[in-house]
């Protein structure tokens, strides 16, 4: 049961354009949602992250928009670079077992073309 | 600033051998956490710990064990290993269990 998807496992975008990378969820109890970023042969690294209380969350190139209704989230990079270029994880978090458990999608692989 | 450090970067198991997946945290964070990734899917929790002399089991437990005597040591123990435990395991920290996770680089595990 994959409680969080991301159905595009991978997406090549030209440089400078804007790169949108999707993930769906089911469980209507996450109330924290994340991106991290993968290098290969590194682990992933936080990116950025929204709470349920909010729809849009931004840092710099990146932006993530949340559509509880939907159960969708989104993360916009604008303008994409080549170093942009990565696996990138949605998670998403929820009470329990009186534990915040983190349920990570599969990722999508993100090529930035120069 | 080491961060979350993990060795060894690879091994190679044959079945029915046993290993031990370190893990150390220099952050002084309470929270741990083991995951394994498989190709294509995402990350599977095995074990976490919420500090010292506490571990709990996650999502995929079987056929692994996990101690931690210190906040900065999170082990990792396979002891009967199985093809099916092939996986890039990474371990990962963090300072409350709603905080952001800092991952290791990894560990390529192949059985055969």
């Known amino acids: 049961d994959q409680q969080v998807k991301q159905n595009s496992p991978s997406l090549s975008v030209q440089e400078g354009r804007i790169s949108i990378l999707n993930c769906d969820y089911t469980?209507?109890?996450?109330?924290?949602f994340l991106w991290y970023k993968k290098y290969p042969a590194e682990g992933p690294t936080f990116l950025i992250s929204?709470?349920?209380?909010?729809d849009k969350n931004e840092d710099g190139r990146f932006t993530v928009f949340l559509n509880k209704s939907a159960k969708h989230l989104s993360l916009h990079i604008v303008p994409s670079q080549p170093g942009d270029s990565a696996v990138y994880f949605c998670a998403a978090s929820a009470r329990s077992g009186g534990y915040q458990k983190v349920t990570f999608g599969t990722g999508t692989k993100l090529q930035v073309i120069p | 600033n080491a961060g979350v450090t993990q060795t060894p970067k690879f091994r190679i198991l044959k079945i029915g051998q046993s290993m031990t997946l370190q893990c150390t945290q220099d952050m002084n964070h309470n929270y741990m956490y083991w995951y394994r990734q498989d190709p294509g899917m995402g990350l599977k929790l095995i074990y976490y710990s919420v500090g010292a002399g506490i571990t709990d089991k996650g999502e995929v437990p079987n056929g692994y064990n996990v101690s931690r005597s210190t906040t900065e040591d999170f082990p990792l123990r396979l002891e009967l290993a199985a093809p099916s435990q092939t996986s890039v395991y990474f371990c990962?920290?963090?300072?409350?269990?709603?905080?952001?996770?800092?991952f290791g680089p990894g560990t390529r595990l192949t059985v055969l």
């Open positions: 990962a920290s963090s300072y409350s269990e709603a905080d952001t996770q800092y």
């Open positions: 929204i709470s349920s209380i909010k």
């Open positions: 469980n209507s109890m996450f109330d924290y």
